[in-house]
């Protein structure tokens, strides 16, 4: 296997295991009533406050927090979160990476759609997290030199994005749609192959999640390092543990921090891949460490890199976790009338849009920034291209689903009545 096709895999499961922790997060919201009436109490103010198109904030247009706000950026976050949310319950993977450049492909600065998705994600967590349920196979040794190590990324990713907004707000937008152009477009192109091929061989697609590979030859390798200090880890698995070194698994939370604090994605999308097929841990350890991960990494960066600055615009967080609640829960339905191959095509072309969207915006930068010269009309054009297809592509999809699930309802409805009448049978035996 080549090595750009086992990053491309390494970054597809990434984005599954980001997903899963989303859909699992979100459910936990939705099925508890007291954190349902939670959510809704911070949004009626909010609302209020949308609903009278208020104008300036926090000190007026010097701020660095939003100086306008207006019922309609209110109201396209909780867009941008419900199609976050469908592409993620849908599609399995990927949603988490639209949100920052869904944010600033509606106009919000590059540096706080970061801050934002960072804080809508840390809310998330706190909310949905079930602490005292998932911690339990949390090996305290591991989570310390990792936490440890992701702390540190965090600082130097939010002194990297703060650093270069501070010498030019243009170079802070150029260097964060670099990042994601990079990504989406290496991700993206090897999506659209990987679903070409499996259209040629017919392969429906329907097992597209991540199978456990148990140890892998690079984890044996890893784990032969011998740089102290080492842990020990999974006792209760594998007769006298697995020993990794401690600064090899801080440096891992520093790859993590690093992404997180950078591009607002909370770290979890990388955690879960590296500690399995990294690091060789087990998934029941790895499944405790993620969640405890990201609410630490994603607060972290969230308060002490963005929010004390000013660069976290908390309503629309506020509305991005109010539109995925709903997106994931009707996406996730909609997976039991799609087929596996329309998912998997799905995938790819909603990754390959946000990438157009990213890279169709640094042509007008690099100008502004006199790095190149073309003419003005040409990059506004490219710009807008790129925002047509990204807004075309991401409504589309958003529609279709809708759809399908609306045509589908009953069906459903049925065979969620029909799960539900199982599960009371069996408690009744």
């Not at 909609?334 to 998997?344: A, L, M, P, Q």
Request: hydrophobic fraction near 50%; glycine fraction near 12%; charge should be positive.
């Amino acid at each position: 296997m080549s090595f750009p096709r086992q990053v491309f895999d390494f970054l597809r499961l990434t984005s599954i295991a980001h997903a899963r922790w989303d859909y699992e997060v979100s459910l936990s919201i939705v099925k508890n009533r007291k954190k349902m009436l939670l959510l809704l109490g911070m949004l009626v103010p909010i609302l209020a406050v949308s609903l009278l198109e208020a104008g300036d904030m926090l000190g007026g247009k010097t701020a660095y927090a939003p100086a306008f706000y207006s019922t309609g950026i209110f109201l396209v976050s909780i867009a941008i979160g419900l199609c976050a949310g469908l592409i993620t319950g849908c599609i399995g993977a990927g949603g988490g990476f639209i949100i920052t450049p869904a944010l600033m492909a509606a106009g919000v600065k590059g540096i706080l759609a970061v801050g934002t998705d960072l804080f809508h994600i840390f809310a998330k967590a706190i909310m949905g997290t079930a602490v005292h349920k998932k911690l339990g196979n949390v090996s305290l040794k591991l989570a310390l030199a990792f936490l440890v190590g992701s702390a540190g990324g965090t600082f130097i990713g939010g002194y990297i994005n703060k650093s270069l907004y501070d010498k030019d707000p243009l170079l802070s937008e150029a260097f964060i749609s670099l990042v994601y152009a990079i990504l989406l477009g290496f991700l993206g192109f090897y999506a659209l192959v990987d679903f070409l091929k499996s259209r040629k061989a017919k392969d429906t697609g329907d097992a597209h999640g991540a199978s456990s590979a148990g140890m892998t030859g690079l984890s044996l390798k890893v784990q032969n390092v011998k740089i102290p200090p080492s842990i020990t880890f999974d006792e209760d698995y594998v007769p006298g543990g697995r020993k990794i070194s401690g600064a090899i698994v801080a440096m891992g939370g520093v790859v993590v921090g690093l992404l997180a604090a950078i591009m607002g994605v909370g770290g979890g999308f990388v955690t879960f891949p590296m500690f399995v097929y990294v690091f060789g841990v087990s998934s029941m350890t790895t499944v405790g460490t993620d969640i405890l991960q990201i609410i630490f990494t994603a607060g972290l960066a969230a308060v002490s890199q963005y929010a004390i600055y000013g660069y976290v615009f908390y309503t629309l967080a506020m509305g991005m976790l109010l539109g995925s609640l709903i997106g994931i829960q009707v996406g996730a339905l909609t997976t039991k009338v799609v087929k596996g191959i329309h998912i998997r095509g799905f995938y790819a072309v909603s990754i390959l849009a946000g990438f157009i969207n990213r890279a169709a915006t640094l042509p007008k930068k690099l100008v502004e920034l006199e790095v190149i010269d073309i003419s003005r009309p040409v990059v506004k054009g490219i710009e807008t291209a790129g925002n047509i297809v990204f807004w075309a592509v991401v409504g589309l999809f958003a529609l279709w689903v809708i759809s399908k699930f609306l045509v589908n309802l009953n069906a459903l409805r049925g065979e969620e009545e029909e799960k539900v009448t199982t599960v009371l049978a069996e408690e009744e035996a």
